[in-house]
């Protein structure tokens, strides 16, 4: 027996290593790849290896990777990690995507053509509602504002009863200043209308009068909205939704089934307390440095609010007055919101969400309304003492130049969405004119005054614009400054260009970092969430008109893959 110890033993060793190797395997190796890693000190890789959920391993091209569970031959191709959406409005998205989108329609057969694939994709008895049809009537969509046609549309019910007889619909126009429905919600609401019209009190009243929404059908819009992120290349979103939006996260992650990652930012300034009570803070005192409350899949420790409205609605507010206000409102230069109406109060809540560990995201399109956060961020350092707060300005669509050297020094986080660029361009030398445009979507010199930008999308946009989650679309807007047309020629204002790497690193790294999840996602290191995006075309290969029409062939959430192109 004794002969046969070292045996038993050596066979007890042999099956311990088998059992080590299996259960420290690799789960999955993307190799012979173009890997552009956004980590400065080592910024390409040839493969990358990923075990448990994060990165294990990557190398060059000559070194070999590990065998993995799961292998993706590159073929040469592109991948970067995975983008990081710093501002959408999830559930507005999925309802958009679930329902009708009529942003760009302003005639009689789009109407029809976009009401037919929405009665379609929705069950009988379903509701169909908003769509905001002629926001691009004036100029079409990919104007950079040189041409204007403003040629109205007056829809009417008989261009819509035949398709919709088993779908109550009520759309409006995107100013909400006239609405359409069809017979069937006529009936419902007790409206007599020949034409299906209506404007003012009536309007609204019926609007009050649409059911809500049931949760299934709310489900149903976030599952679609999240098919749009896989196909993206986007896995994480940081989303300012209603509350009820984070209890169907909740539900799809005990399942399983989430497949992006949810940074949840309340956007009612007074949550604050709420938001306090729950926990839902930044740890300052994290000893890897401040970091949102939550975990992996959903975090949570920001607020959002407004200071002023937005440029569509002209109700962004400046120092100046408009500069195509009519001549009985020649002194209209935008207006508050609704907790910032009263400086004071405003100032007041912000000050108090501070101090007890909440980051602050305040939405300021107009540049007093931006001159003003600056103030305000005085403030914060005078009352509640100077911190890595990350203090995000949301858009910082327009800066007065003399409050750019403002920004230095404070690490304030732009979250900018650079497809605002190819989008607003197209009415904003006639709304505010072209010196105070040399202000606006300033994204060189904000970063030159030391902010860090935090690129996102604002995905789906207001009742005026269409933002796509799509990154490739503000990655080309960034680096070109042009519609998706191409003008102008040389980019508006084109001195406010930044480099491709630069507009990879503000969708990925920068998002992360205005998260406080820099330590965790952002760039493809060791040691890190394996969120990998690859992509179909070759970004610095290629001419930015060509990224356009890119796609995306796999999104790889935590080492899982979430989306693999047909």
């Not at 009665?119 to 905001?132: A, F, N």
């Amino acid at each position: 027996m004794k002969h046969l110890l070292p045996i038993l033993i050596l066979l007890l060793a042999f099956s311990c290593q088998r059992e080590a190797t299996t259960n420290t395997s690799v789960d999955l190796v993307l190799k012979n790849g173009k890997i552009w890693t956004g980590d400065e000190s080592s910024p390409w890789a040839n493969w990358i290896a990923v075990t448990n959920g994060k990165i294990s391993a990557l190398g060059q091209e000559g070194e070999t990777p590990p065998a993995g569970r799961e292998e993706i031959d590159l073929q040469g191709k592109l991948a970067t990690p995975g983008f990081n959406d710093s501002h959408v409005h999830f559930g507005s998205a999925g309802a958009l995507l679930l329902g009708i989108n009529l942003l760009d329609v302003n005639d009689e057969t789009l109407l029809r053509e976009r009401m037919q694939e929405t009665t379609e994709r929705l069950p009988k008895g379903s509701w169909i509602t908003r769509g905001d049809w002629g926001a691009y009537e004036a100029w079409g969509v990919g104007s950079d504002g040189s041409n204007t046609d403003k040629v109205a549309f007056t829809p009417h019910r008989n261009m819509i009863d035949d398709l919709t007889p088993d779908h109550p619909v009520l759309i409006t126009r995107y100013d909400r200043g006239e609405g359409l429905a069809n017979a069937r919600a006529l009936d419902y609401l007790g409206i007599e209308s020949e034409s299906g019209l209506l404007e003012g009190a009536v309007l609204r009243e019926a609007m009050q009068k649409i059911p809500e929404k049931s949760r299934q059908r709310r489900m149903a819009e976030t599952v679609r909205a999240l098919e749009e992120c896989r196909k993206y290349g986007v896995t994480t979103v940081q989303d300012m939704s209603r509350p009820e939006q984070l209890e169907l996260y909740q539900s799809l992650n005990e399942r399983g089934e989430l497949t992006c990652r949810i940074n949840f930012s309340p956007s009612e300034l007074p949550a604050y307390k709420d938001m306090a009570e729950w926990g839902w803070v930044i740890d300052w005192d994290h000893p890897d440095g401040p970091r949102p409350a939550g975990d992996d899949m959903i975090s949570f420790g920001t607020l959002k609010t407004h200071i002023d409205g937005i440029m569509g609605a002209r109700t962004a507010r400046f120092f100046q007055p408009y500069s195509d206000n009519i001549l009985e409102n020649a002194s209209w230069r935008g207006g508050w919101r609704e907790y910032s109406e009263d400086l004071g109060s405003f100032k007041d809540m912000i000050l108090s969400a501070d101090s007890v560990g909440i980051q602050l995201r305040i939405h300021a399109i107009g540049d007093q309304a931006n001159s003003i956060l600056l103030d305000i961020l005085d403030t914060l350092d005078t009352y509640n003492g100077p911190k890595d707060r990350r203090f995000r300005i949301v858009h910082a669509q327009v800066i007065s130049p003399g409050d750019f050297p403002r920004f230095q020094g404070r690490n304030v986080v732009a979250e900018v969405q650079p497809y605002h660029v190819t989008d607003d361009m197209r009415w904003m030398e006639e709304r505010i004119g072209y010196e105070r445009c040399k202000g606006a979507y300033a994204f060189r010199t904000l970063e030159q005054n030391g902010c860090i930008l935090s690129f996102g999308s604002d995905w789906p946009g207001t009742n005026a614009s269409y933002y796509p989650i799509n990154p490739l679309m503000g990655i080309y807007a960034a680096v070109t400054r042009q519609t998706v047309n191409g003008e102008p020629a040389e980019g508006w204002f084109p001195d406010q260009r930044i480099p491709l790497e630069e507009a990879l690193q503000a969708y990925t790294w920068g998002a992360a970092y205005g998260a406080f999840e820099e330590d965790r996602k952002g760039t493809l290191e060791v040691g890190k969430l394996a969120d990998i995006a690859v992509l179909d075309t070759d970004l610095f290969e290629t001419e930015p008109s060509q990224w356009l029409e890119a796609g995306f062939t796999h999104t790889i959430l935590g080492g899982k893959i979430v989306y693999e192109k047909d």
